[in-house]
């Protein structure tokens, strides 16, 4: 069993202006008010609102309370079946993604105790365990940090925090009928199925299992089954605008593209609205929330990477002395419960962090949630996020934004995408490195090769942005760069994050000859 004690006692919060109270009940309104709507599509497989209940009651019925059940099935519906049913047993749901999950369930098991892992839809759990009571406040969910800077940690949820996202998004931007809600990102992760099928079912909208990621494939799903409302990460808006295969018509039915996981740079935002005539929308969020608390605003232009906070919390930006900073000062992104409006003192972030009370109290050090994110508010209260306060590179003594770097690098016109980090240096303390993805085409005059043998390449992309300096006001020689490699591809994790730590081993001098 997960090691609960040390996680966080929040205040005892004010109850949601509309919905249920538990993940457990979250069928329960579709039940009385339309149990034959469509609530379920899986390829050629339906449910109703009926149908799905009666499926999550027989699953649920073979599930005791506070067992940790892994159900690592892939996206299909049994997936989202079994997650709800866990929740109406009182079990606790683990999410965590993986290719082969058994190779995982020993490590797993280390940081969290037993674990019933569900990996075929052959051997789902069936008995005759009766519905408990549930404590909507109760640890119900394990899931996992994306490990992008560091070891994973275990991220502990109530019922009660996968229900915000849904119901605010149905209070904001009220679902249209016939709203179908479908991604190809993975359900295992907490904040996908928060965001998908949960959202889905708490607007009473229709969830659409999509299990291609490719773009092609995913195109076809989203044309064949009238999706109007997805997640996506920045990698799979860029391979749609790039292939040819994919009409412009097959995405047509789309009313809403959210992009969460990474930044996304404004000319890919730009060519995906010009070629699909629906504008992607940046969200910034946390496995601590979780998922999205702030959101672009659709006033500003695209590419301002500015959003705003959602109507159920308050950002504030704090020193290293944890004290508040003066408007337009970078810090440390924090978030607090909403104090006025409908939804004041509604918002319970993380209960903490499994097994690390340390780290549990640090995270809420001043009774705000600490996200560890840079970033800065302008004077109309919106923000922009700057990176990770860990991702800062200190190069003699000098510190070094990495972000601000990689801006100026994917703004020469043959640069795709650009991860800057700190490589350790015995002189400097770090040196800066950057990883660079090449736009392909007839137009670079040198070939763009993985890592390994850099140098000759290398030094022919600073030749050529150093040919573009009138053209893009950038001068590379300006740059504190110490070491560039040309790779096809950043590392990423399953959510499309980029592994900002994989990089300083592979630009490290010791390692490269």
Known sequence: MVDLAGLYQHPEPAPYPFGPSSVADILDEGLENHPDRLALIDGDRTWTWSDLDDAVAAVATGIAAGEQIWWALGNCAETVIGALATFRAGGIWVGRSAKDPRTELAELEQRIGGIRLIDSVDHLPS?????????????????????????????????????????????????????????????????ILALGPLSALLRSSTTVIMRRTYSAGLAEDIERDAVTRTFLVPTILHDLVEDSAVRPQMLSSLDRVIVGGSGAEPRLLWDFLDRFDVRPTLSYGLSEAPTGIVRESLDDPIGSKRGFALPHVIIEIVAPDDTLTPTGSMGEICVSPATSGRWANTWTPTLGYAGEPDRTADLFRTGRLHTGDLGKLDSDGALSVMGRMSDVIIRGGQNIDPFEIEAQLTALPFVQEALVVGIPDPRLGQQVGALLVMEQGPELPFEVTVAGDLNADSLDFVEMAMTYEEETGIRLTDLPLDRIALVHELPRNAMGKVIRTLPRDFLDPDILP
Do not use: C, Y
């Open 127 to 191: 008995g005759d365990l009766a519905r408990p009571i549930i404590d909507p406040g109760a640890p119900a969910l394990v899931t996992f940090t994306s490990g992008t800077t560091g070891r994973p940690k275990v991220v502990v949820h109530s019922q009660r925090n996968l229900l915000w996202p849904g119901l605010l998004s149905a209070e904001l931007e009220p679902p249209e009928p016939g709203e179908r809600i479908g991604t190809p990102l993975s359900l295992m992760i907490a904040n």
